[in-house]
């Protein structure tokens, strides 16, 4: 059975910085594409940052364009572990964030292409 589990959400003023981490089991997490999304109340959820799967290539990355130069997403293997590292974080970012893993795509970037998700964690950013 899959498991995604993600910490290291908070509540964190305007400009900081936050870095969220997703551990994953019962998956080959090398093989695995994994994505950031996020959903603030009363919206729908978004795509926020995706990582490709790295076991035998090089590693790509995509990003929302309102996070592009702000979030940072990467991954390490040996952990089984995707990081999303949030800086200059502003208001609007205030959402619950979500890990998503998939093993059949290289690379991807639409909720409906993850088929398995973490429970979420809270970020709220005051201003």
Do not use: H
Request: with cysteine.
């Amino acid at each position: 059975q899959v498991q995604l589990v993600e910490s290291g959400g908070g509540l964190v003023q305007a400009g900081d910085s936050l870095r969220l981490s997703c551990t994953g089991s019962g998956l080959t997490f090398s093989n695995s594409a994994m994505g950031w999304f996020r959903q603030a109340p009363g919206k729908e959820r978004e795509f926020v940052a995706a990582i490709s799967w790295s076991a035998w290539s090089a590693v790509s990355t995509r990003y929302l364009e309102s996070v592009k130069g702000r979030f940072v997403i990467s991954r390490d293997n040996a952990k089984n572990t995707v990081y999303l590292q949030m800086n200059s974080l502003k208001p609007e970012d205030t959402a619950v964030y979500y890990c998503a893993a998939e093993s059949g795509k290289y690379i991807a970037t639409r909720a409906d292409e993850y088929d398995y998700w973490g429970q979420g964690t809270q970020v709220t950013v005051s201003s």
